[in-house]
């Protein structure tokens, strides 16, 4: 294109080079520890029921009152959201690199913080745990707008959408992570203390310390991979097009160009003035023009997260809710402490194996043929279908003959959601919006999502519960069940696909193309090409 920058163009025709798996393993490990950190809490609830909230002369192991559940597994998300909402619009003022290494240093922190969560009171260790994983999450709601703007802008335009998914997917291992170390963790604690199931003895099968340091292990080890690549977070360079269309300095960006890509890049100061001096290139998030421009294309990236994360959220969190029900984890009183957590964490290091990963990875080497539409839509379509699969003949899978097909269908729902929806959900919105609000934009995208996310982990929480009041969990009301949960979650799925009729196609498109900051052309023009709408 005539008004492209030069050094913007080698980074659209540049080959696959080192410093793009670089920019990946850099930026994934982020997201490693952001899915550790967030989904091992739904390991180690229960072990915090029994050991803060058994009563003496117990019946049953003790469990966290709904307040507190809602809390821990929370509060989190809560941070998460407005760290999204803050670091994004942080991206786009100070740069991306300033803010990334911030994020970082806040996620270690409070990683180990809240492994430490001090008092002896049940209170006093729950308010302490919340406090630091608020600020965990608002550390980890950083990482999301950063990771996928750095990336989308030193990507080439053939190959961006798998390497942006690629950043994405390690979120993948960062739950098979998760699993793997509780399992680790939990054996060497079993190998050295022979405790009895609770039915056997209650008092005994809760009265060992040591089992204190199980959880406060488990949460604590998040901070070891984002540690290890704080190094090579500030060694990278600004991303060339916020050096050249933000901050306007156009011999900066072509000199670090020049570095990252090893060859000779001329400074086009004249282009880079009248690229960003242009009228159409100068409009602000809350103006007419970014509404006409990239209105529709925002709501539509907002809407769908915000159903995906309902779903997937719901799914995740409560994974071993569904499990018990189901029968893959015997009842609270057959075990003991650490063996619940071994078996919670052995069922969802297998899901994680078995559906999860290999999702991510589908979509990474597809998302570059296929498009990003058609894999968002084909991901919520199947999703809608095996939901309902689960949800109208809910009786026939809680039989015990059936059960191995109740967790074959559930972990292809995860596997549509991860070769779907939940990696070009993260993908668009790092693409379609200008350089100067890609950051804000992509950051207003995710917390949407991550208001899902609440919904999902909050509202499930309560309408899961039995419809009988016998057999609710302790402390909570009566809910519309399992299968009644089950089929909402489908109905959002479809409501899903419908939201991405608004989400236009980015695929092979240069970032300035599709934001329009060349020569004026809008986002909206590439939905109708894109989507058939």
Same mark, same amino acid.
């Given at each position: 294109m005539s008004g492209e920058l030069g050094v913007l163009n080698a980074l659209d025709v540049a080959k696959t080079q080192l410093y793009h798996f670089t920019t990946i393993v850099i930026a994934g490990m982020g997201f490693f520890t952001d899915a550790y950190d967030l989904f091992c809490i739904s390991l180690v609830t229960k072990l915090l029921g029994r050991i803060y909230y058994t009563e003496p002369n117990p019946t049953r192991p003790g469990t966290l009152p709904p307040s507190v559940q809602s809390a821990v597994t929370g509060v989190a998300l809560v941070g998460t959201l407005a760290g999204q909402l803050f670091f994004g619009w942080l991206g786009d003022k100070m740069g991306r690199k300033k803010v990334y290494g911030l994020t970082l240093i806040l996620m270690v922190v409070c990683s180990v913080a809240s492994g430490l969560s001090f008092g002896s009171s049940p209170k006093s260790v729950m308010a302490t745990l919340c406090f630091f994983r608020f600020w965990l999450g608002f550390g980890i709601g950083g990482d999301y707008p950063l990771s996928a703007t750095i990336m989308s802008e030193y990507a080439n335009k053939k190959t961006r959408g798998a390497f942006i998914a690629a950043v994405f997917a390690m979120q993948g291992f960062g739950i098979l992570g998760g699993g793997i170390v509780a399992l680790i963790v939990v054996s060497i604690f079993d190998h050295k203390y022979k405790v009895p199931t609770f039915e056997e003895n209650p008092a005994a099968s809760l009265l060992v310390p040591q089992f204190d340091y199980v959880w406060r292990l488990i949460l604590m080890f998040g901070a070891l991979p984002a540690a290890l690549t704080y190094y090579w977070r500030m060694k990278m360079p600004e991303t060339a097009r916020?050096?050249?269309? $933000?901050?306007?300095?156009?011999?900066?960006?072509?000199?670090?160009?020049?570095?990252?890509?090893?060859?000779?890049?001329?400074?086009?100061?004249?282009?880079?003035?009248?690229?960003?001096?242009?009228?159409?290139?100068?409009?602000?998030?809350?103006?007419?023009?970014?509404?006409?421009?990239?209105?529709?294309?925002?709501?539509?990236?907002?809407?769908?997260?915000?159903?995906?994360?309902?779903?997937?959220?719901?799914?995740?969190?409560?994974?071993?809710?569904?499990?018990?029900?189901? *029968?893959?984890?015997?009842?609270?009183?057959?075990?003991?402490?650490?063996?619940?957590?071994?078996?919670? +964490?052995?069922?969802?290091?297998?899901? +994680? =194996?078995?559906?999860? $990963?290999?999702?991510?990875?589908?979509?990474?080497?597809?998302?570059?043929?296929? *498009?990003?539409?058609?894999?968002?839509?084909?991901?919520?379509?199947?999703?809608?279908?095996?939901?309902?699969?689960?949800?109208?003949?809910?009786?026939?899978?809680?039989?015990?003959?059936?059960?191995?097909?109740?967790?074959?269908?559930?972990?292809?729902?995860?596997f549509f959601a991860n070769f779907g929806p939940n990696a070009t959900t993260f993908v668009v919105p790092a693409e379609i919006f200008p350089a100067r609000l890609r950051s804000t934009c992509h950051g207003i995208s995710a917390?949407?999502?991550?208001?899902?996310?609440?919904?999902?982990?909050?509202?499930?929480?309560?309408?899961?519960?039995?419809?009988?009041?016998?057999?609710?969990?302790?402390?909570?009301?009566?809910?519309?069940?399992?299968?009644?949960? =089950?089929?909402?979650? *489908?109905?959002?799925?479809? $409501?899903?696909? =419908?939201?991405?009729?608004?989400?236009?196609?980015?695929? *092979?498109?240069?970032?300035?193309?599709?934001?329009g900051e060349n020569e004026g052309e809008s986002v909206e023009d590439t939905r109708q090409e894109g989507s058939g709408v």
């Open positions: 916020y050096t050249a269309l $933000v901050a306007k300095n156009a011999k900066q960006a072509a000199a670090d160009m020049s570095k990252v890509l090893q060859v000779e890049l001329e400074v086009e100061e004249e282009k880079v003035q009248k690229m960003t001096s242009d009228k159409r290139n100068s409009y602000g998030l809350f103006s007419k023009q970014f509404a006409k421009r990239h209105g529709w294309a925002l709501f539509g990236t907002c809407s769908t997260w915000f159903l995906l994360d309902i779903a997937f959220y719901s799914q995740n969190l409560f994974q071993k809710d569904i499990f018990s029900a189901i *029968g893959w984890i015997p009842p609270a009183k057959e075990m003991n402490a650490i063996h619940e957590v071994y078996k919670i +964490a052995r069922a969802q290091t297998l899901i +994680a =194996l078995c559906s999860t $990963v290999p999702g991510y990875w589908f979509t990474v080497a597809f998302i570059d043929h296929m *498009g990003r539409f058609a894999i968002q839509m084909m991901g919520f379509f199947f999703m809608t279908v095996f939901m309902f699969a689960l949800a109208i003949p809910y009786d026939h899978w809680s039989k015990e003959e059936n059960r191995i097909g109740f967790v074959v269908m559930y972990s292809l729902t995860f917390a949407a999502g991550k208001a899902g996310a609440i919904v999902g982990a909050f509202g499930f929480l309560y309408a899961a519960q039995s419809k009988d009041p016998t057999k609710t969990d302790k402390g909570y009301p009566t809910g519309i069940g399992i299968k009644n949960s =089950l089929i909402m979650l *489908g109905v959002i799925n479809f $409501v899903g696909m =419908l939201c991405t009729l608004l989400v236009p196609e980015s695929k *092979g498109k240069s970032l300035e193309e599709l934001s």
